[in-house]
């Protein structure tokens, strides 16, 4: 049964930091692309970064240069980094796995919220 379970979010002030973290299990972790998604109210969900299982990255345009994605295959984790926080950064932050080319996925985790206020 795959788990992926988010923690690290809170309240941060403008131009401040957070690391998210989503520890999983029930699958092979080296073999899946894993991503980070947003969703705030009244938007839809939109990605934030991937990492695959390789080790490529790729980041949505609004958080290129303040957010890194990384991921310990030791540990089955995968990891947000967030600098620089903006009061727009503010949303549910959810952790997405796939396989892509084996119909694995996508799995999701129940979310974890980011808020960025003064």
Request: hydrophobic content about 25%; aromatic content about 12%.
């Amino acid at each position: 049964q795959v788990q992926l379970v988010e923690s690290g979010g809170g309240l941060v002030q403008p131009g401040g930091s957070l690391r998210l973290s989503c520890a999983t299990s029930g699958f092979i972790f080296r073999l899946y692309d894993m991503s980070w998604y947003r969703q705030a109210p009244g938007k839809e969900r939109e990605l934030v970064a991937t990492m695959t299982s390789g080790g490529n990255t790729n980041y949505g345009g609004s958080v290129k240069g303040r957010f890194t994605i990384s991921r310990d295959n030791a540990k089955s984790t995968v990891y947000l980094q967030m600098d620089s926080l903006k009061p727009e950064d503010t949303a549910e932050y959810y952790c997405n796995t796939r396989r892509p080319g084996y119909g694995r996925g996508p799995y999701w985790g129940q979310g974890t919220q980011v808020t960025v206020s003064s």
